[in-house]
């Protein structure tokens, strides 16, 4: 999951495709990735630069005890099946 600091919106969106939920509230967008067990929220904020925004934090929440990384897993999983071929 550490591997998502960092990352661009575009990078994201080729590890679990597009968000669900998508926010802005200046000076960050706040992006949800969720299924039936859990939820993913990514805070992104613009770079030194001022034009690219970076993943600089995000939470998981979920019931029944789902930790972190089960959350992550199972959100990549699911963009795996989806995509064709």
Not at 18 to 29: E, G, L, V
Not at 69 to 82: D, I, K, P, S, Y
């Given at each position: 999951?550490?591997?998502?600091?960092?990352?661009?919106?575009?990078?994201?969106?080729?590890?679990?495709?597009?968000?669900?939920?998508?926010?802005?509230?200046?000076?960050?967008?706040?992006?949800?990735?969720?299924?039936?067990?859990?939820?993913?929220?990514l805070?992104?904020?613009?770079a030194?630069?001022?034009?690219?925004?970076?993943?600089?934090?995000?939470e998981?929440?979920?019931?029944?005890?789902?930790?972190?990384t089960?959350?992550?897993?199972?959100?990549?999983?699911?963009?795996?099946?989806?995509?064709?071929?």
């Amino acid at each position: 999951m550490s591997t998502l600091s960092g990352m661009t919106p575009v990078q994201v969106i080729g590890l679990l495709g597009p968000p669900r939920f998508k926010r802005r509230d200046n000076p960050a967008q706040i992006w949800q990735y969720r299924n039936k067990a859990c939820a993913l929220d990514l805070f992104l904020y613009q770079a030194g630069n001022g034009t690219n925004y970076k993943v600089r934090h995000f939470e998981t929440r979920g019931g029944g005890g789902i930790t972190g990384t089960a959350c992550f897993t199972g959100l990549l999983q699911e963009h795996e099946n989806r995509r064709p071929g």
